[in-house]
Nanobody, 124 residues
Framework: QVQLVESGGGLVQAGGSLRLSCAAS????????MGWFRQAPGKEREFVAA????????YYKDSAKGRFTISRDNAKNTVYLQMNSLKPEDTAVYYC?????????????????WGQGTQVTVSS
């Protein structure tokens, strides 16, 4: 079993920055991919970024590239999402997710574990 707890969400003005954290617990994370998804009202849950726990390889949604950075702290079993130049359209509930094994990392159904989400609100 893997448990994920997100934190760091809140209210920020447009152009500002926010760093989300995802604390993971459970068995070893070797072979896992950790991802960030977001879901706004009326929209489907969408992929934002992901990182391979073992080698640190990163993946980004095109719209997030250049503004968002995903990273990990192995000692703390924590994954971060640094979000810069935030826009009102970034407003959503952000979810941390963990995927076992190999395969596509772009879709929510590929992931096995989910956190409860943390709200990010970007004001105009």
């Amino acid at each position: 079993q893997v448990q994920l707890v997100e934190s760091g969400g809140g209210l920020v003005q447009a152009g500002g920055s926010l760093r989300l954290s995802c604390a993971a617990s459970g068995r070893t994370f070797s072979g896992h991919v950790m991802g960030w998804f977001r879901q706004a009202p009326g929209k489907e849950r969408e992929f934002v970024a992901a990182i391979s726990w073992s080698d640190g390889r990163t993946y980004y949604k095109d719209s997030a590239k250049g503004r968002f950075t995903i990273s990990r702290d192995n000692a703390k079993n924590t994954v971060y999402l640094q979000m810069n130049s935030l826009k009102p359209e970034d407003t959503a509930v952000y979810y941390c997710a963990a995927k076992k094994g190999v395969g596509d990392i772009w879709y929510p159904y590929e992931y096995d574990y989910w956190g409860q989400g943390t709200q990010v609100t970007v004001s105009s």
